[in-house]
């Protein structure tokens, strides 16, 4: 398994703006599909993004489609996702994870087997 910390999580107005990073410790992260999920106290962990080997293949999940851009640097392997327009309701701690399969960017919490820490965010009003 390959070892992820995100950061660059905090505290933001709501239509404001982050930046998270995910940093992988070794290259081999660049051999898999990369996932963001995030988890609010009380609730189910949910998929948000993910991006393939290539930097066009990218899928997101509808509530943050437009707002939320997922990409990679396979220079620094390091994985982003650069929050726009951000809403209270997507207050939550946000995960990076690495796909179980090269070929396949899953939108499961079973499609990844290496997981960060968390980063919390937090929109306020």
């Known amino acids: 398994q390959v070892q992820l910390v995100e950061s660059g999580g905090g505290l933001v107005q709501a239509g404001g703006s982050l930046r998270l990073s995910c940093t992988a410790s070794e290259r081999t992260f660049n051999s898999y599909p990369m996932g963001w999920f995030r988890q609010a106290p009380g609730k189910e962990r949910e998929f948000v993004a993910a991006i393939g080997l290539s930097s066009v293949s990218t899928v997101y999940t509808d509530s943050v489609k437009g707002r939320f851009t997922v990409s990679r640097d396979s220079a620094n392997n390091t994985l982003y996702l650069q929050m726009s327009s951000l809403k209270p309701e997507d207050t939550a701690v946000y995960y990076c994870?690495?796909?179980?399969?090269?070929?396949?960017?899953?939108?499961?919490?079973?499609?990844?087997?290496?997981w960060g820490q968390g980063t919390q965010v937090t929109v306020s009003l």
């Open positions: 994870a690495a796909g179980r399969s090269r070929l396949y960017i899953g939108q499961s919490q079973r499609d990844y087997g290496s």
